[in-house]
């Protein structure tokens, strides 16, 4: 008998998922086909899932920390928005109902999903103080981030929600890293497109890879979170490479002369000389993954240039 409850037990253990883990997913664009297939991917790779996003499409608010609604949704922050959906992004909660809670659309009402009217961060700080507390009685072992709609490369990542997610997260002491996949994984009516599918299933590979290295340690060293950018039509046999941040100007954003004031851009130019071995270039044609810092902190170098720069006044 005891041979057979330890053959049952081992049988088991071979069949669930090795090195499972709680992860609270955020993005900066609320319910898209990019959040779906990575949810699904995650949870077919039997690991526990919350998801906590904007209740609308929340891109270049960084790590903005602000509530649109605090008791209903209402337009008055947001109108552009929620007027044209009647609420939140592709129906995950209408008009009036309560500014944070669960998805209400069909099919995602399981208590998996979670929308906040508020910015990438606010929604996070939610999954983070309320959800995963509630659900693992702890904080996730893992925060993901997007995938966003559109890569998050060179200068633009300062002004990303995205990135804004992964830094907050990394700065509680959590591993985290952002996923950012081409325009060409937008959103469609049906929440399916194929290519969402490709980056869920190359982001369940990178978690694979840091879990095998990681053992039962944290996935990622304190201080630091990743930045992981995929190609414009992305494949499942796409090259990786390592990648630094750098000065290349994905988008060329400017302020406009004229009313209606606001932002415009164009499309990405030529690198410049000093961009032209600028690593973040290779979100083109691979899957470029970078390590960040956590916050503003300059490096060794840069802080020590400061204080000999600054001795005189510092001796007085």
Known sequence: MNHRLILAAGLALCASPAFALNILVA???????????????????????????????????????????TTTIVADNDRTQIDAEGGCHNGAAPLG????????????????YHYVHGTPVMALMYGLDVLAPARW???????????NEGQNVGRLVI???TIGNAQFAAGRGLPAIALSAGTDTVDNAGLANPKSRIVAQLTTRLLT??????????????????????????????AWSFARQGTYDTYNLK?????PWGLS????????????????????????????????EQRPAGQQWLRLRLRELFAR
């Open 209 to 238: 890879a840091l879990q095998a290295k990681a053992g039962s340690a944290p996935l990622l060293p304190a201080g630091v979170a990743l930045n992981v950018n995929f190609p414009d039509a992305p494949t499942l046999d796409a």
């Open 159 to 161: 002004n990303s929600g």
């Open 27 to 69: 993005n900066d664009d609320g319910l898209t086909s990019n959040l779906k297939a990575l949810y699904d991917e995650l949870r077919a790779a039997g690991h526990a899932v919350i998801v906590s996003v904007p209740c609308s499409g929340q891109s270049g608010r960084s790590s903005a920390i602000v509530m649109y609604s």
């Open 137 to 147: 009685g702890k904080a996730p072992d893992l925060v993901l981030s997007g995938p």
């Open 265 to 296: 851009g164009s499309a990405p130019g030529v690198a410049t000389a000093e961009q032209a071995e600028d690593e973040a270039l290779v979100y083109k044609s691979k899957v470029a993954v970078s390590a960040m810092q956590v916050g503003y």
């Open 255 to 259: 302020f406009t002369k004229d009313a």
């Open 97 to 112: 109902a309560p500014a944070v809670g669960p998805f209400t659309r069909s099919g995602y009402t399981g208590g998996d």
